[in-house]
Nanobody
């Protein structure tokens, strides 16, 4: 089992920056992929960025060039979000998948981009 805890959300003006953190606990050495998803009101949850234990990263086209995912150590990732837009407003969820393809989710952290 893996537990995920996010932090770092909040209210920011358009053009501003935020950094989200996710810390995993439990069976952390079983984790193969960690990443971020987001869900805006009335919309489906969508992938934002992922990071594998092998060092590969991927970022959604909608945030490419503005968001960067980084792995700090075996159980911690963060998402640097720059040039934020109102359409980035959503609940951001940390996600992890282990070697048996079990999916784990954090409780979510709200990001609101508004003037």
């Amino acid at each position: 089992q893996v537990q995920l805890v996010e932090s770092g959300g909040g209210l920011v003006q358009p053009g501003g920056s935020l950094r989200l953190f996710c810390v995993a606990s439990g069976s952390i050495f079983s984790i193969k992929v960690m990443g971020w998803y987001r869900q805006a009101p009335g919309k489906q949850r969508e992938l934002v960025a992922t990071s594998t234990t092998g060092g590969s990263t991927s970022t959604a086209d909608s945030v490419k060039g503005r968001f960067t995912i980084s792995r700090d150590n075996v159980n911690t990732i963060h998402l640097q979000m720059n040039s934020l837009k109102p359409e980035d407003t959503a609940v951001y969820y940390c996600h992890a998948m282990d070697g048996r393809k079990h999916n784990y989710w954090g409780q979510g952290t709200q990001v609101t981009v508004s003037s």
